[in-house]
């Protein structure tokens, strides 16, 4: 009689504990289905830079520039400005504030031109110098002690962009990370 007791509760038990909770293979496929437009994926984002990379390195050819500060600084300065434009667009569009709206859109746009003008010169400045940093730190391909070529590793492709959204998934309870999943850059939070 004790033992059927004790059977029975276990039963119970494990009937009422493994039918309540959902398997991690239903929330991963859960998880998936709902993420699945906005996931990034790092794979396509290589198999667009590297052939933009390679024809640049065939075909491009780069005149000298004297003030490499100034060109990176100016182009910087120009994101600056523009985020402030934005906001002050904002603010009058939703009545909050007086403005010519007008020729702040004007100066908008030509700051975002001046920018994507410099924007190809400015990520090969900074390739460049993170180039010369890792040759003056003796950060070469590993094969480079066989070969001697003083070919960089990593290989370096920099780009200037908005870098993509993380969702880090966790319990209610505890701090802790269950998953993490790299989402589109250009989804609105």
Same mark, same amino acid.
């Given at each position: 009689m004790k033992i059927r007791l004790i059977a029975t509760?276990?039963?119970?038990s494990l009937?009422?504990?493994?039918?309540?909770?959902?398997?991690?293979?239903d929330?991963?496929?859960?998880l998936s289905s709902i993420v699945k437009p906005y996931r990034f994926s790092i794979v396509k984002w290589e198999s667009r830079a590297i052939p933009h990379e390679a024809n640049q390195w065939i075909f491009g050819s780069y005149e000298k520039i004297d003030?490499?500060?100034?060109?990176?600084?100016?182009?910087?300065?120009a994101i600056e400005r523009i985020k402030t434009l934005e906001s002050e667009i904002e603010a009058i569009s939703a009545g909050n504030e007086q403005g010519d709206l007008a020729s702040l859109?004007? =100066?908008?746009?030509? %700051?975002?031109?001046?920018k994507m003008a410099l924007k190809d010169t400015v990520e090969r400045i900074i390739e460049k110098q993170i180039?010369?940093?890792?040759a003056q730190q003796g950060i070469f391909n590993p094969m480079d002690r066989y070969i001697r070529l003083g070919i960089n590793f990593p290989p370096l492709n920099f780009k200037l962009? =908005?870098?993509?959204? %993380?969702l880090v998934?966790?319990?209610r309870d505890r701090i802790e990370s269950i998953r993490e999943i790299i989402l589109l850059p250009s989804m609105s939070l």
């Open positions: 509760a276990s039963l119970l009937c009422l504990l493994s039918g309540s909770c959902a398997s991690t293979q929330f991963d496929a859960h003030d490499e500060v100034h060109v990176v600084t100016e182009y910087f300065s859109e004007a =100066e908008l746009n030509m %700051l975002q031109e001046q180039k010369e940093t890792l962009e =908005e870098p993509p959204h %993380l998934i966790s319990p």
